[in-house]
């Protein structure tokens, strides 16, 4: 099970790596704010507690920026 | 799952603020009536008024654009749009990019203005000065000055700037707690001058939470700059914005009541702290100003500028 990841400059592969694997998961893995992002899945905008399925897209925006 | 409006399943965003679930449509109408209301309530525009929007291609100036063009379309309003263009390397060109193309979608008046031809300097080389005072500093003395100068050129009656709900509380915490009553003083949705040559300064956005206003532009898919400016460091508002988000984690209405409670004192604080407007004049520029040269004047002087 796998999906595609799309933040910046990266464009890859991941496992999914447990059950019920939700972007705010994905986002902590990152080490990323959840408050500095917007999430994308299959380009519909969704938010963090969405479950991340088998075959995904999974786009991460940064909206909030110092400065 | 489903919006609290509507009951359609696909969700965007949770409010911590008030457990509202939203849909992409109701999210973006309550964005925009929550702006037009601001408007209303705060008396923020007038029939006949020719607006000039600080557009820097930014999310909130993008947003203050494309919601105050609601007015335009009713024929309430005109406007106009400037972008400074400070000259700061790999940064700013994509941002006046957005911001002409921006204005060309909509057909407004829009001018950019450089410093290096208004000024003869660039952000970036005032930076390699050996004892300057901190890029911000600059950037925002002469923006603040390059675009009450458009206004004037332009006609405008009011001027929009993209302040939202965490700007507005960072200044208000901010100022407090460095004692600066006198700029505390100088905050809220409307900012009038009683210098005539300052034109009135107005908010649409200072209710919106920042997160909010990039949620919008991504849903109704705003072409806006998201970068951070090379320049941007560790300062005390960051220090500020840092707290009062950690805060707001478990306390979610903590910026809405900290705005309220500001709106509040403000009158009596005007009453009780503001002096008399010094009448004087910058003696190189004629902006009015309390001390001999205004401080965009004394910067340029400072710089070997002049
Ligand atoms: S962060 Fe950059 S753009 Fe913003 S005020 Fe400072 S120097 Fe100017
Ligand atoms: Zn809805
Ligand atoms: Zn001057």
Redesign the interface.
Known sequence: MSFTLKYKDINEEREISSDNYTIKDLLNELEVSA??M?S?QNG????E?TVINDGDEIQL??????? | ?KCSKCGNP?????REQSGQLLC?DCFIESIEKKVIKTVRKEKLLDKGDKVLVALSGG?DSVTTLEILNSFREMNVIDICAVTVDEGIDNYRQDGVDIAVRHAKRLGIEHKVVSLKEEYGITLDEIMQRENHKGS?SYCGVFRRTVINKAAREMGATKIATGHNLDDEVQAIMMNYLEGNMDNLTKLGAKTESKAEEFTVKIKPLREIP??E???Y???KELEVH????P???QSFR?EISEVI?QLAEKHPTIKYSTLRGYDKIKGILKNELVKDYAHGRCEKCGEPSSNRLCKACSFLEELGCD
Do not use: W
């Open positions: 408050q500095t917007v994308k519909e905008l969704v938010i507690d925006v940064q909206i909030i920026y110092g400065g | 799952m696909k969700v965007i965003i949770k992409k999310k911000c920042e997160r206003i990039g949620i532009v991504v849903a998201f970068d951070s400016c320049y941007a460091m960051g988000n």
